[in-house]
T-cell receptor, first 115, second 114 residues
Framework: DTAVSQTPKYLVTQMGNDKSIKCEQN?????MYWYKQDSKKFLKIMFS???????INETVPNRFSPKSPDKAHLNLHINSLELGDSAVYFC??????????????FGPGTRLTVT | GDSVTQMEGPVTLSEEAFLTINCTYT??????LFWYVQYPGEGLQLLLK?????DKGSNKGFEATYRKETTSFHLEKGSVQVSDSAVYFC?????????????FGRGTSLIVHP
C-alpha cells in the first residue's frame, strides 16, 4: 500500500497554463505539506495543513493555491504557470504537532516542467 | 528564523570508507533533529532522528548524536556501500506559535564508488 501518493508523476505544460497536482495519504495523519525542490535539490516548504486548516503559508506567489477537501488529501493548484515554477513538488504528511512525531512521510514527487 | 547548514557535496568515497556529513543548526526553541535520505528518482525517507540533547539516532549503520552545546547533528557511517549513494538532508522541527515548522538543509550528495 502506498502511504503518500501523488499524481501525476510528470507534468509538462506551457507557460500561462493552469495545472493541479493531487496528493493523498492513507496513514491517518492530520498534517500535510507541500514542498518545492529546485534543480540544486534545495527543499523549501510551501504550505502545511492540519485538519484541513492552513497552518504554514510561506512566501509563495498567490498563483499557488492549496486545497484540502479532507484530512487525507491536499491538492496544489497553480495558475498562470511560469518557467521558474519548473521543479519537483513533494507532498508529505505527519502525525500531529508533537516534535517527536513530526517526522514526515514523503510522496514520490511530481516533476513539473514549464516550457 | 531557524536554519540548517550542511556541508556542500558531492562527497565521493570508495566502498567501505568512513562517512561523515556535517550538519549544524540554529533554532529559537528546542528542536527535534532528523536525517532524511533521497535515492535517485524517489521522495525523501526518514533515516534517523533524535529529540533531545545527547540522544543518538541510528539506522542501517548510520548514526547521529544530538549535540546541543555545538548545535550539531553530524551523520556518520563506518563503512559505506555503493547502495548508500543518495542525497542526505539534515532537518529540524521547531515549535513556532502553535505549529511545528520543518526546516531542511540544502542536502549533501553522496557518491560511493566500488
Amino acid at each position: 500500500d502506498t502511504a503518500v501518493s501523488q499524481t501525476p508523476k510528470y507534468l509538462v505544460t506551457q507557460m500561462g497554463n493552469d495545472k493541479s497536482i493531487k496528493c493523498e495519504q492513507n496513514l491517518g495523519h492530520d498534517t500535510m505539506y507541500w514542498y518545492k525542490q529546485d534543480s540544486k535539490k534545495f527543499l523549501k516548504i510551501m504550505f502545511s495543513y492540519n485538519n484541513k486548516e492552513l497552518i504554514i503559508n510561506e512566501t509563495v506567489p498567490n498563483r499557488f493555491s492549496p486545497k484540502s477537501p479532507d484530512k487525507a488529501h491536499l491538492n496544489l493548484h497553480i495558475n498562470s504557470l511560469e518557467l521558474g515554477d519548473s521543479a519537483v513538488y513533494f507532498c508529505a504528511s505527519s502525525h500531529g504537532f508533537d516534535g517527536v512525531r513530526t517526522m514526515q512521510y514523503f510522496g514520490p514527487g511530481t516533476r513539473l516542467t514549464v516550457t | 528564523g531557524d536554519s540548517v547548514t550542511q556541508m556542500e557535496g558531492p562527497v565521493t568515497l570508495s566502498e567501505e570508507a568512513f562517512l561523515t556529513i556535517n550538519c549544524t543548526y540554529t533554532a529559537t526553541g528546542y528542536p527535534s533533529l532528523f536525517w532524511y535520505v533521497q535515492y535517485p528518482g524517489e521522495g525523501l525517507q526518514l533515516l534517523l532522528k533524535a529529540t533531545k540533547a545527547d540522544d543518538k539516532g541510528s539506522n542501517k549503520g548510520f548514526e547521529a548524536t544530538y549535540r546541543k552545546e555545538t548545535t550539531s547533528f553530524h551523520l556518520e557511517k563506518g563503512s559505506v556501500q555503493v547502495s548508500d549513494s543518495a542525497v542526505y538532508f539534515c532537518a529540524l522541527s521547531d515549535r513556532s506559535g502553535g505549529s511545528y515548522i520543518p526546516t531542511f538543509g540544502r542536502g549533501t550528495s553522496l557518491i560511493v564508488h566500488p
